[in-house]
C-alpha cells in the first residue's frame, strides 16, 4: 500500500485452488464471487477441466475488461530467503528479489510444458534440496518461510515446506509451477494487475490464498469439506449466502476450497490490517511472500 491502512476496493473475488500435477489432473478449481452477501460460483473449464495454461489465458482475458479483481492463488509464491544463504539454500548466487527468483525457475522449466517444474526439481543444482521419495534424506532440511511460521502460530494450522515434494499434502510442485505462471502474468501483463506483497496495488492484485486457513475460521476444523451442507454452513459464517438449491449436487473438495476462499477473500478484503501485517514491509518477506490474512 502507499498509503499506512489503505484498503482496495475490488469489483470481483476470484478464488483458485491449484495443481502441480503432470499430464491429466483435475485438480484446479476456479470460484468467483461479486462484493456483498452473494452465494460464489464456479467458473467453468473451457473444456472438459482447468489446465495451468487454461487458467492462463482465462486471467489474462478477465484482468483487460476494466474491472477490479482479488484474485487468490493456493500456492506459496516465494522460496524461503534465509538470512545466511539466500534462496535456494544458497545455490542461488545472485538472485536477490522475487523477480529473479521467478526468471530462475522460468530459465529452468522453460521446456517443461504447462508450466511444468519438473526440469526445475531435478536439475542437478537443486535436487539435493528436496524430498523427493522414501523416508526423510538424512541431511535434508526442513526450510519454512516466515509467513507459514506466522500462519501456525496465528491459526494453529500447519503450512507444509515447498521442499518436500510427496504424499498428498505437499505443496512444493503446486508453487514452482504457479511461480511460472506468476513470472508469465507479470511479464506480460504490465500495469494490469500488482502481485501482493511485492507490488503496490492500484486496481486488480494477486494474492496468495491458504484454503485451510479459510476451513478453519468458517468451520472451526482443517478438515475437507465434502458436502453440500457443510459447505452451505460455512459459508454462512464468513457472511455469505449459501449456494442455490439447484447448483451444484456434487462438489469435489477442490471446488468447495474454491468456493469458500471466494467468499473468505470478500470477507477479510476489506480489513486494513490483512493489507499491512506487522511483517509486510521487511526485507524477507519482500522476498518470500505473505500468505493473504495473517495478520
Aim: proline share 6%; charged share 25%.
Amino acid at each position: 500500500m502507499t498509503e499506512e491502512n489503505k484498503v482496495p476496493g475490488f469489483d470481483e473475488f476470484v478464488a483458485i485452488d491449484w495443481s502441480g500435477a503432470v499430464r491429466n489432473y483435475d485438480g484446479i478449481a476456479v470460484a468467483k464471487c461479486r462484493p456483498g452477501r452473494s452465494a460464489p460460483s464456479l467458473v467453468n473449464a473451457p473444456g472438459t477441466h482447468w489446465t495451468r495454461s487454461a487458467i492462463v489465458d482465462w486471467l489474462k482475458y478477465e484482468l483487460g475488461r476494466g474491472q477490479r479483481l482479488l484474485i487468490g492463488f493456493d500456492f506459496a509464491f516465494g522460496f524461503p530467503y534465509e538470512p545466511d544463504s539466500g534462496y535456494l539454500g544458497g545455490k542461488a548466487s545472485g538472485i536477490d528479489d522475487i523477480f529473479s527468483l521467478w526468471s530462475l525457475i522460468e530459465a529452468k522449466s522453460s521446456e517443461d510444458p504447462d508450466f511444468g517444474c519438473m526440469r526445475f526439481v531435478g536439475d542437478a543444482d537443486y535436487a539435493s534440496l528436496f524430498w523427493l521419495q522414501g523416508s526423510k534424506p538424512k541431511y535434508w532440511v526442513e526450510r519454512k518461510r516466515r509467513t507459514e511460521h506466522a500462519c501456525a502460530e496465528v491459526t494453529k494450522t500447519r503450512p507444509d515446506t515447498l521442499y518436500k515434494m510427496l504424499h498428498s499434502k505437499q505443496v512444493g510442485k503446486a508453487s514452482i509451477t504457479g511461480m511460472r505462471v506468476l513470472h508469465h502474468i507479470h511479464t506480460t501483463t504490465t500495469g494490469r494487475v500488482a502481485i501482493w506483497p511485492f507490488e503496490t496495488v492500484c486496481a486488480s492484485a494477486i494474492v496468495e490464498i491458504y484454503p485451510t486457513m479459510f476451513r478453519k475460521i468458517a468451520a472451526g476444523t482443517v478438515a475437507k469439506i465434502r458436502s453440500r451442507p457443510e459447505l452451505d454452513s460455512a459459508l454462512r459464517q464468513i457472511h455469505s449466502e449459501p449456494m442455490p438449491a439447484s447448483a451444484y449436487t456434487e462438489l469435489s473438495d477442490h471446488e468447495t476450497d474454491a468456493l469458500l476462499s471466494a467468499a473468505g477473500l470478500r470477507k477479510i478484503a476489506g480489513d486494513p490490517a490483512v493489507w499491512n501485517p506487522p511483517e509486510g514491509t521487511s526485507p524477507r518477506v519482500r522476498r518470500e511472500g505473505w500468505i493473504f490474512g495473517v495478520c
